[in-house]
C-alpha cells in the first residue's frame, strides 16, 4: 500500500496542476501569444515616396481611388439610414456627405459574414470560396481556447480536435493565394502608386503581405485587430465585455503598433484611428501630383472597445457605458472620415477622386449593444441581413451624380471592377471575376441589374440572393430560411414551407453557385451559436432563433 502513495500523490498533483492550468488557459494562451510577438520599438516617423514635384502641364490625369473600409460597422451606426448609434443621438456628418455628393448603394452587400473572407473578396473582386479562403485564419490554441469556452449552456461553442491536426504548417496558405490578382495589381498596370494603411487580415508572412500583394506602401498591422492605444492609457476611455471569450483574449494579447513595409513593428504616436488619418494625410499630400490608390482600413469599430476620452465626454447624455464608448467610436471614426475628405479638397483632388467607403460585415453581437443593425436581424457571422447589408457609398463628383440612390442589390466584389474601371486598368480574363463595373449601371449606361444573384458560404451555412428572394440553408440547425425580400426586407416571414416552388428554384440557384466554389484550403476549428434577435452577453432561451458558425 506505502508503494501507492507516491504514484497517488503524484496523480493528485498532476490533476491539481492540469485542473489549475485548464483554469488559467486564458492566462497562458496569452503569456503565448505575446512571446511570439516581437519586440515593439518607440514610435517611428514614416516618410512616404514623393511623386512628382508638379502635375500633368494639360490637367490631364486618371482618377484617385481612395477607398475607406471601416470595422463591424453595424447599418445603423451612421445617421445617413435613419437611425444612428445610441438612437440616433450621434451623428454621422462625414461619412453622411460622401452619399449627399455620390452614390448610396440601398442594398449593398458585404463579402462575407466576418472580416478576412470579406477582404478577400473586396481585394479580389471573386467569392473568396472561389480560392479557398473560407474562414477567418486563427491560431490553433486561440481556436481551442474560444471552442472550449463554457459561455452558453444551450448551444456551446466546440473545438475540432481532430481537424486541428489538418492545419496547414505554411502559413502563406492561409493567405490570399498569390495568384489571385488584387486591386492594387491590377491599378499598378496603369501606372498608379499603391498605399495600404490599417488591418490587412489577408496574411502576415512574406510572401502574403500587402507589400507582395501589389501594395508599394504599407502602414498597418497584418492581424485581424490591434489596440488602439495602450492598456490603461488615461487619454482612453475603455469598456470590457468579459463573457466575450475572444475579447479577454484581445485585450491581454494585442499589441498597440503598426509595421511600414514589413520593417520592425512601432508604437503608433497617437490614438490609432487618428494615427492612421493624420499618415493618410501626410500620403496624400506625398501623392498629389500623380495619380493613386489608397486603401485605408480603419479597425473601428471593431473591440476592444477603446474611446478617446475627449470623444467620451461629448456623449454625456448617453448613460449605458459600454454604449457610450462605441457610440464614441463611432463619432471619432466619422470625424477622421471626414478629415480624409477635406484633405482631398485642400489639395483639389476630391472632384477627381472616387472614394469608396463601406463596412466588412455587420454589426457584432459581441458588443453586447442591441440596435447597431437595426432594423435587420442577426448580426456579423450570420447571413441574416444584419450581418450581410453594410454601408456602402460611392463618391466620384466628376462622374457621379450628387444625393443618388441606387437600389439593385451590389457587393463587396463589385468594388474591384469599380476601381479598374474608374482607372481604365484591365481586369482577368482568366478566370471568373464575380464583380461588376458599378459606374455604367449608376449612370444609365448599363441596363438591368448588376447581379443576377449573389451567393455566400461559411461552411455549413450557404446563403443566396436572387431576384428579390433570399434563401439560407444550414446544417446546424437543419433549417431552411426562404424570404421575400421584396416585401419583407427585415426576414420575420419565413416562406420555404408555403411557397414551395420558389424554394426549389431558390435551391437550384444555390447548389449551382456552390458547385463553382472550391474547397477551404483549412479547415474550420472551431464553431459557435450566435443568436439571430438578441446580441451576446444575454441569457439565450430555448426558443431563440440560432445559427451555428463555423470558423
Sequence with gaps: MKAWKPLVAGAAVLAVAGATAWHFRFDLIVMLAKSRQPKIEANMPVTWVKGPPAAPADGQRPPNVVFILADDLGYNDITLNGGGVAGGSVPTP????????????????????????????IMTGRYATR???????????????VGGHAGDPLHPSRFDAAQAKNMPKDDNVLAVPTTEVTIAEALKTKGYHTIHLGKWHLGGVKGSRPEDQGFDESLGFMAGAALFAPVGDPSVVESRQDWDPIDKFLWGALPFAVQYNGGKMFTPSHYMTDYLTDEAVKAIDANKNRPFFMYLAYNAVHTPLQAPKADYEALSHIKDHRMRVYAAMVRNLDRNVGKVLQALKDRGLDDNTLVIFTSDNGGANYVGLPDINKPYRGWKATFFEGGIKVPFLLRWPDQLPAGAVYRSPVGHVDIFATAAGAAGAPTPKDRVLDGVDLVPFIKGQASGDPH???FWRSGRYKTVLAGGWKLQVAQEPNKTWLFDLSTDPTERKELSKARPEKLREMQAILAQLDGQMMKSSWPSLVTGAFYIDHPGGQKAKPSDEYIYWDN
Design 94 to 121: 462625414a461619412i453622411d456627405s460622401i452619399a449627399k455628393e455620390g452614390v448610396t448603394f440601398a442594398n449593398g452587400y458585404s463579402g462575407n459574414a466576418t472580416c478576412a473572407p470579406s477582404r478577400a473578396a
Design 131 to 145: 480560392f479557398g479562403f473560407e474562414f477567418t485564419p486563427a491560431p490553433v490554441a486561440f481556436s481551442r481556447v
Design 452 to 454: 443576377k444573384a449573389i
